[in-house]
């Protein structure tokens, strides 16, 4: 198993630009969900996902925006690239239980100048 | 304020020492607490997980305590190695059916000196 991937590792944006963030995961895991992580701050929910379909904000959702086609793949877009959003992304995907374990990605820099 | 916080914010120790990482929370209600290793430039891997009722777990040479009434947990390196140096993050989960209600601490950044 792969595990969790996430492409492309490093992105360089300008102001303005929009692109997507790539997440994989093929453990079959229904829950996945992007995080951002920032110096001196804990790791902070963008968006998660329950399942194939459904959607649901987190604690910084705002110029993001994200689906759920499959069980595998959950992107996430920026829709119009700001410096506050240069940060390390993560991507992480749990399975439904009492525990909810998740397993991360490796992480997307993202540098918006 | 951060609902998790930790201390100390870093610290630098010797091959062979121990050292101890703390963890003060106020979620609540929580449902489990979990201990992740973050090595640079990776994503964070689950080193322990205890729920409400669980005191201590111990994975090698990582031992977790928790103290549920007064909202505090440690984790304990045992003779550290070189590879040790990460930062260690504390999360709260808050219960279950919450998805994605994780708390994250900032971590403390530990770097182990030969």
């Known amino acids: 198993n792969a595990g969790v991937t996430q492409t492309p590792k490093f992105q360089v944006l300008k102001t303005g630009q929009s692109m997507t963030l790539q997440c994989a995961q093929d453990?079959?895991?229904?829950?996945m969900s992007w995080y951002r992580q920032d110096p001196g701050m804990g790791l902070r929910l963008i968006h998660y996902?329950?399942?194939?379909?459904?959607?649901d904000q987190g604690e910084v959702p705002n110029g993001y925006n994200v689906s759920r086609s499959t069980t595998e793949d959950f992107p996430l877009r920026l829709l119009s690239a700001a410096p506050s959003q240069t940060s390390v992304y993560f991507c992480?995907?749990?399975?439904?239980?009492?525990?909810?374990?998740?397993?991360f990605g490796p992480g997307t820099r993202l540098t918006v100048t | 304020k951060n609902q998790v916080e930790q201390s100390p914010q870093s610290l630098i120790i010797l091959e062979g020492k121990n050292c101890t990482l703390q963890?003060?929370?106020?979620?609540?209600?929580?449902?489990?607490l979990r201990w992740y290793k973050q090595d640079t430039g990776r994503g964070p891997v689950s080193l322990t997980i205890?729920?409400?009722?669980?005191n201590t777990k111990s994975n090698g040479r990582y031992t977790a305590t928790l103290d549920a009434d007064t909202k505090q947990s440690s984790l304990h390196i045992t003779a550290s190695q070189l590879s040790d140096s990460a930062s260690y993050i504390c999360?709260?989960?808050?219960?279950?059916?919450?998805?994605?209600?994780?708390?994250f601490g900032a971590g403390t950044q530990v770097v182990v000196t030969p």
């Open positions: 963890c003060n929370y106020t979620v609540s209600p929580f449902s489990n």
């Open positions: 996902s329950v399942g194939a379909g459904i959607t």
């Open positions: 992480a995907s749990g399975r439904q239980g009492q525990i909810h374990e998740q397993y």
């Open positions: 205890m729920t409400f009722s669980e």
């Open positions: 453990m079959n895991h229904e829950y």
């Open positions: 999360v709260v989960s808050r219960p279950v059916g919450s998805w994605g209600k994780l708390q």
